[in-house]
T-cell receptor, first 114, second 113 residues
Framework: SAVISQKPSRDICQRGTSLTIQCQVD?????MFWYRQQPGQSLTLIAT?????????ESGFVIDKFPISRPNLTFSTLTVSNMSPEDSSIYLC???????????FGSGTRLTVV | GESVGLHLPTLSVQEGDNSIINCAYS??????FIWYKQESGKGPQFIID?????DKRQGQRVTVLLNKTVKHLSLQIAATQPGDSAVYFC????????????FGSGTQLTVLP
């Protein structure tokens, strides 16, 4: 299965600022996903990152708040913009490879907004 | 709306006993299910999966059972060990959903010495 490197692993940010999270995969993957996991909660899909086109966002998430880049088949970034304390969460990227339904997750970015 | 949910938020078991974690789903169109283990400070780790054309699948110390009639999924862990302490999530893939996963609410498993 793919190996995912996600950076930073954690950060403490001031409200009103932005943070860009990077997701690097060791192999080319068609589909990449970004999830949010609020404290003590399950995972909620933010968007699907599509290579060569705009990301597809889920209900409740908008591009202005969570801009995503997917410049190639091994890399994606998620930016959390104009942060507020409510954005404090773990952000995770995930990839799926081929037709074997192999979903793999990165180790996550633990974001605290103060 | 339709969702994937878990019956119990917490489960405590004695070391060496078997653990059973349950999950209910409501979308009959779901065709693929995965169990993940998430340890503190880490991302979800794949445990085992099952497709809707099966009702049972076994791995190393783990078994997943799928009952499509009542839309129920369970994870059985044999001879539970301290290292099994974690949060367990079930996830489903819904046909036509562009293959993103929908996660259940999670169960915290604690293994007692």
């Amino acid at each position: 299965s793919a190996v995912i490197s996600q950076k930073p692993s954690r950060d403490i940010c001031q409200r009103g600022t932005s943070l860009t999270i990077q997701c690097q995969v060791d192999s080319q993957v068609t589909m990449m996903f970004w999830y949010r996991q609020q404290p003590g909660q399950s995972l909620t899909l933010i968007a699907t990152a599509n290579q060569g086109s705009e990301a597809t966002y889920e209900s409740g998430f908008v591009i202005d708040k969570f801009p995503i880049s997917r410049p190639n088949l091994t890399f994606s970034t998620l930016t959390v913009s104009n942060m507020s304390p409510e954005d404090s969460s773990i952000y995770l990227c995930s990839v799926v490879q081929g037709s074997n339904y192999g979903y793999t997750f990165g180790s996550g970015t633990r974001l605290t907004v103060v | 709306g339709e969702s994937v949910g878990l019956h119990l938020p917490t489960l405590s078991v004695q070391e060496g006993d078997n653990s059973i974690i349950n999950c209910a789903y409501s979308n009959s169109a779901s065709d693929y299910f995965i169990w993940y283990k998430q340890e503190s400070g880490k991302g979800p780790q794949f445990i085992i999966d099952i497709r809707s054309n099966m009702d049972k699948r076994q791995g190393q110390r783990v078994t997943v059972l799928l009952n499509k009639t009542v839309k129920h999924l369970s994870l059985q862990i044999a001879a539970t060990q301290p290292g099994d302490s974690a949060v367990y999530f079930c996830a489903e893939n819904i046909v036509g959903s562009a293959r993103q996963l929908t996660f259940g609410s999670g169960t915290q498993l604690t293994v007692l010495p």
